[in-house]
């Protein structure tokens, strides 16, 4: 937690800096700064006072009537010299008289649900109504309770994010209020119930992240007017129902990221009319139906596309091969059935392409090129009635570049034709996504290369 302070030019530094802070708001940042510290910290190493030569970090001022004033507050170890929360902390009401505060965030400050368990304030919000623009409390297991729905009464907020703590309880539809906001980041905690459908007067936000919560129902159809979404996160939750077709509206969207839910009713067609989309993430949900139908080639953007375990049928389009920006793309643990496409061979970014635990047939038309460089990261096991060429003259035994876990062809044997319905074996392999859109990392352990990959080069992580 510090203080930084400064003109725009070093002429004015040095008469900024001998600038008197007002009285009432020194003292009402001290016991701030007291409540969340202890009451060992009095300041008295700050000269000439909190917003003069001596900086602490975490605290910023700006200059009002000739007066410093604080304008942002950040508690909890952001760096190396900050101020470290105590085991016991205290939001004190003097926090709602900084009456010039912009900014105010928490990261690791309440960090005991057991012993020391910690609410945000049910009421004065208000108050900073007319100043605060961006509200964070990040990593904080500590923090429980509900949402107040004082918060209602920031207006001017553009930054909502309440991160992996340890919050509960329904979100309150005054959320709605906020209507300036342009990220609204709830994600980690434990929130239940269904999402606002006052979330849809949300004109301005550019991410909404819900994830990794326990909200339950359907999606509301509000939120297909949130058209200036560029990153849309409900992730690990226990939504149902159908996708929305609404979505359609969603032109500008780059992420979709509904992994982990309950939805069903097949992939809708207002999937492949937002053009923008980068990364489409539905793995692990019972939607069924088929991807042969859909325009694939219309999504030209589009880098990540991960549909395991959706339960789909039928064949995989060739259309797929027509998106030359695919890196990864995950169709396993479905059933799928058909002969595989050779032209998904071509795709110049491919990286990874998993197709294991289907009911593909036929013979493999990649190259054995193709195998090595894909390597583990091309998944085509379980697939009872799939086999690759061997080369005349290589043995069975010293093939290289063969691919991982796929028997090869024998001479003479006839395999089930695509219609036919053969067992998968052990359906069950795989069943984790390989891609967590969002996060950027894997969730399958074994395939180490290909989580440094998307760690590193991949991904568009949600810029919270």
């Known amino acids: 937690m510090g203080v930084w302070c400064g003109g725009q030019a070093k002429a004015e530094a040095d008469i900024e800096a001998a600038a008197p802070m007002e009285k009432a708001e020194q003292a009402a940042l001290y016991s701030v700064i007291q409540g969340f510290v202890g009451d060992w910290w009095n300041g008295t ?11 602490i970090q975490g605290v910023s001022c700006d200059m009002f009537g000739g007066l410093w004033y604080v304008t942002a507050l950040s508690i909890g170890p952001i760096h190396d010299n900050s101020l470290g929360c105590a085991t016991k902390v205290e939001f004190r009401p003097q926090l709602f ?74 979100l309150p539809s005054s959320i709605g209020n906020l209507t300036n906001l342009s990220r609204l980041v709830l ?32 999606l509301p159809c509000a939120l297909g007017g949130l058209t200036s979404l560029l990153k849309l996160d409900l992730s690990s939750n226990q939504l149902e129902g159908k996708l929305l077709e609404d979505f359609v509206s969603l032109k ?41 139908g859909l325009e694939w080639q219309s999504l030209q953007n589009l ?40 032209q998904l061979a071509s795709l110049p970014s491919l990286s990874a392409l998993y197709l294991n635990g289907n009911n593909l047939t036929g013979v493999l038309q990649f190259s054995r090129e193709f195998y090595g460089k ?5 998944g085509a096991w379980n697939n009872p009635n799939l086999c690759y060429p061997v080369p005349v003259g290589v043995g069975l035994t010293t093939a290289t570049n063969a691919p991982y876990g796929v028997k090869p062809c024998q001479p003479g044997v006839t395999l089930l034709e695509p219609n036919s319905r ?40 949600l810029a919270i």
């Open 45 to 55: 190493d700050l000269y000439p006072d909190p917003c003069g030569w001596t900086p």
């Open 97 to 170: 008289q900084l009456k010039h505060l912009k900014s105010l965030s928490f990261f690791k400050c309440f960090i005991s649900p057991r012993e020391h368990p910690t609410t945000i304030p049910g009421d004065k919000w208000e108050k900073l109504g007319g100043s605060l623009e961006l509200l964070e409390f990040r990593s904080n297991p500590g923090l429980s309770g509900k949402i107040p729905t004082s918060l209602g009464h920031l207006t001017k907020l553009q930054s909502l994010v309440l991160l992996e703590n340890g919050l509960t309880g329904e």
């Open 187 to 218: 994600a980690g905690n434990r929130f239940n119930g269904q999402i606002p459908y006052s979330f849809g007067r949300l004109k301005k936000l550019l991410i909404l992240d819900l994830s990794r919560n326990c909200l339950s129902g359907h």
């Open 252 to 292: 500008n969207l780059t992420l979709m990221d509904l992994r982990n839910n309950n939805f069903l009713g097949g992939l809708t067609h207002s999937i492949v009319k937002m053009q923008s989309l980068e990364e489409l993430a539905l793995s692990n949900n019972p939607l069924g139906g088929d991807v042969v």
């Open 303 to 342: 880098v990540i596309l991960d549909l395991s375990n959706v339960g789909l049928v039928g064949e995989i389009p060739e259309s797929l091969s027509q998106l030359k920006r695919l890196r990864f793309v995950g169709l396993d643990n479905n059933n799928l059935t058909g002969h595989l496409p050779p």
């Open 374 to 378: 894909m390597g583990r990261r091309f």
């Open 422 to 461: 053969a067992e998968l074996g052990d359906a069950n392999l795989n069943q984790n996504s390989h891609f967590v859109a969002s996060l950027g990392y894997s969730s399958y352990g074994i395939h180490g290369l290909w989580r440094f990959f998307l760690v590193n080069t991949l991904v568009t992580v």
